[in-house]
């Protein structure tokens, strides 16, 4: 049976809202106005490599079993929807209209699947050791998430690395590391019915007769996405300096024994937690996909770019190790930096509209 998923945010979006469509189920993605036009008259294109191919193939989503339509966030008919996937920058879910929709999506109580690298607060929610926990402030507005109900908000570990090429067209995405989204799972059981369904139809699809990489995987463990936080304190964050941001590769490889450092500490976290060490990723697989990884992050890219706000998984962790009396002063350090190079953005755009 054909599902209906909404997917807001049509970058990253289109990579899960591209395996969707090839497993025979429709994909709303919400997006800007211009870039809904475009997708609704060209369709989108993920690029990927298949295993043991050198050259990326070209999915184009007109030629997909799925039906795909884009739309802004005020055109969203909710009634239409099973499942809302969540693959926006946390910074964006402040914008009015999207907070609008936000709203109307908490009421409806639909299941939301999340594949932001920052976990949605009603998702921290669901793990006793960080109900209570004070970590609005890594949050570029709390309130958003205020009026969801933790049970039906889960996260996708968004391990697949993908990026928009910037002199190509919106509706264009290139997959550089294509690994699987690992879901834990839902509070309610019909919920995980219907990830376990949409698992397995993305498991079956085959393209010339062959495996098409980047799965959704679910598990009942609700610590496996927390797995990437590691990745992103060791590799990810670390790529923003006081000067030029550095790839993900130098990043994690310019010391590599002050990495497999910050990577253990935050792996101890999350066991502090309650994640058990099956549900992390070793040290030494991560090191080496970073090898390939030769890009500043996304994190590092927006910073660059003048974004006044990013994603803070650096200073979620920083606040979580804080409060369990385990601070690390690598981290502290990579906050600070990162703090440091966001208040010249404030600044510099402050001072440069005067």
């Not at 770019?305 to 502290?332: T, W």
């Given at each position: 049976?054909?599902?209906?998923?909404?997917?807001?945010?049509?970058?990253?979006?289109?990579?899960?809202?591209?395996?969707?469509?090839?497993?025979?189920h429709?994909?709303?993605?919400?997006?800007?106005?211009?870039?809904?036009?475009?997708?609704?008259?060209e369709?989108?294109?993920?690029?990927?490599?298949l295993?043991d191919?050198?050259?990326?193939?070209?999915?184009?989503?007109?030629?997909?079993?799925?039906?795909?339509?884009?739309?802004?966030?005020?055109?969203?008919?909710l009634?239409?929807?099973?499942?809302?996937?969540?693959?926006m920058?946390?910074p964006?879910?402040?914008?009015h209209?999207?907070?609008?929709?936000m709203?109307?999506?908490?009421?409806?109580k639909?299941?939301?699947?999340?594949?932001?690298?920052?976990?949605?607060?009603?998702?921290?929610?669901r793990i006793?050791?960080?109900?209570?926990?004070?970590?609005?402030?890594?949050?570029?507005?709390?309130?958003?998430?205020?009026?969801?109900?933790?049970?039906?908000?889960?996260?996708?570990?968004?391990?697949?690395?993908a990026?928009?090429?910037?002199?190509?067209?919106?509706?264009?995405?290139?997959?550089?590391?294509?690994?699987?989204?690992?879901?834990?799972?839902?509070?309610?059981?019909?919920?995980?019915?219907?990830?376990?369904?949409?698992?397995?139809?993305?498991?079956?699809?085959?393209?010339?007769?062959?495996?098409?990489?980047?799965?959704?995987?679910?598990?009942?463990?609700?610590?496996?996405?927390?797995?990437?936080w590691?990745?992103?304190?060791?590799?990810?964050?670390?790529?923003?300096?006081p000067n030029?941001?550095?790839?993900?590769?130098?990043a994690?490889?310019?010391?590599?024994?002050?990495s497999?450092?910050?990577?253990?500490?935050?792996?101890?976290?999350?066991?502090?937690?309650?994640?058990?060490?099956?549900?992390?990723?070793?040290?030494e697989?991560?090191?080496?996909?970073?090898?390939?990884?030769?890009?500043?992050?996304?994190?590092?890219?927006?910073?660059a770019?003048?974004?006044?706000?990013?994603?803070?998984?650096?200073?979620?962790?920083?606040?979580?190790?804080?409060?369990?009396?385990?601070?690390?002063?690598?981290?502290?350090?990579?906050?600070?930096?990162?703090?440091?190079?966001?208040?010249?953005?404030?600044v510099?755009?402050?001072?440069?509209?005067?």
């Amino acid at each position: 049976m054909a599902r209906n998923i909404l997917i807001l945010g049509a970058s990253y979006g289109s990579l899960l809202g591209t395996k969707l469509l090839m497993a025979g189920h429709n994909v709303t993605l919400v997006c800007r106005k211009k870039t809904a036009e475009l997708i609704n008259r060209e369709g989108t294109e993920v690029r990927i490599k298949l295993r043991d191919e050198k050259v990326h193939r070209a999915i184009f989503s007109r030629d997909l079993p799925g039906k795909l339509d884009a739309v802004t966030p005020a055109e969203v008919a909710l009634s239409r929807y099973d499942l809302v996937g969540l693959a926006m920058q946390e910074p964006q879910y402040t914008n009015h209209t999207i907070r609008v929709l936000m709203i109307k999506i908490a009421e409806a109580k639909l299941p939301c699947l999340s594949i932001m690298n920052m976990p949605p607060l009603p998702y921290l929610k669901r793990i006793p050791a960080l109900a209570d926990m004070d970590l609005e402030e890594a949050y570029t507005n709390a309130l958003v998430w205020e009026r969801f109900k933790p049970g039906l908000v889960s996260l996708c570990s968004p391990d697949p690395q993908a990026f928009r090429p910037p002199e190509e067209a919106a509706n264009i995405l290139h997959v550089g590391l294509p690994t699987n989204f690992k879901a834990a799972a839902f509070e309610d059981e019909k919920h995980n019915q219907l990830l376990r369904e949409l698992e397995a139809d993305i498991d079956a699809v085959k393209l010339d007769g062959q495996d098409v990489p980047v799965k959704l995987k679910v598990f009942d463990s609700l610590f496996v996405p927390l797995a990437k936080w590691s990745m992103l304190l060791t590799g990810n964050y670390r790529c923003i300096t006081p000067n030029e941001p550095q790839s993900i590769r130098d990043a994690v490889h310019g010391d590599l024994k002050l990495s497999r450092s910050i990577y253990e500490h935050v792996d101890g976290i999350a066991r502090r937690l309650g994640a058990d060490p099956v549900d992390q990723v070793p040290f030494e697989k991560y090191a080496k996909a970073a090898e390939s990884l030769l890009k500043p992050s996304s994190a590092a890219r927006a910073v660059a770019a003048g974004a006044p706000f990013i994603e803070r998984v650096d200073l979620l962790v920083k606040l979580i190790s804080h409060q369990l009396d385990a601070p690390n002063a690598e981290i502290d350090n990579t906050v600070q930096v990162v703090d440091q190079k966001l208040s010249e953005k404030i600044v510099g755009s402050g001072s440069g509209s005067a």
